[in-house]
C-alpha cells in the first residue's frame, strides 16, 4: 500500500499500488459518515454520474471502503468551476453540503474535474443523509478535530 493522502483524527486515505483508494472512517459519527458516503455514491451510480469516485469494495464492520480513483487535486481551480461542479450534483439528486475545494480532483486520464467525499451528501428526492444542520456542525468539529492533529 501506497503512502497516506490523509492521515487525521476522523479519516485515513491511502491510494493503493494498484491505484485504488482505501478509505478508513474514525472519529466522530464515523459510522454514520461511512453508511451515507456508500449510499450517496451508491445512488449516484445508479443515476449514471461519471465524475464521482465508484465503489469498488466496502466492509461496513471496519468502517473500510474502497472506490476507483478519482485523480488528484488541481494545482488551480477557479471558484466559479468549483460551484458549477457541485450545482451539477444536484441535476444527479445529490446536494453535497461539503461544497470545499478540497473535495474536487482532476482526473488526466479521463480529462475532467471529479468531486469526491460524500461522507456530508444528501440524496434529494428521498432526504437521505445526515442532516445539514448536523451534517454543519459536525463538519465543524471535525474540521477543529483536523487544524489539532
Known amino acids: ?23 478508513w472512517y ?4 464515523a459510522k454514520e459518515r461511512y453508511e451515507n458516503e456508500c449510499r450517496v455514491l451508491h445512488h449516484l451510480e445508479d443515476q449514471g454520474c461519471d465524475f464521482v469516485p465508484q465503489i ?3 466492509q461496513p464492520e471496519e468502517l473500510y471502503l ?4 478519482c485523480g488528484s487535486r488541481p494545482t488551480s481551480l477557479r471558484k466559479k468551476k468549483a460551484e458549477e461542479l457541485f450545482r451539477k450534483l ?6 453535497h453540503n461539503d461544497q470545499a475545494e478540497r473535495n474536487i480532483t482532476y482526473d488526466q486520464r479521463k480529462g475532467r474535474f471529479c468531486v469526491i467525499d460524500f461522507e456530508f451528501a444528501t440524496i434529494l428526492s428521498t ?9 454543519e456542525a459536525e463538519r465543524e468539529r471535525l474540521k477543529r478535530l483536523e487544524e489539532e492533529a
Open 66 to 69: 474502497v472506490t476507483s480513483n
Open 127 to 135: 432526504g437521505e443523509g445526515l442532516e445539514i444542520q448536523d451534517a
Open 1 to 23: 500500500m501506497a503512502d497516506a493522502v490523509k492521515d487525521s483524527k476522523v479519516a485515513l486515505v491511502r491510494v493503493g499500488y494498484d491505484g485504488r483508494v482505501h478509505k
Open 90 to 95: 444536484e441535476k444527479f439528486d445529490v446536494r
Open 56 to 58: 469498488l469494495e466496502e
Open 26 to 29: 474514525r472519529g466522530p459519527l
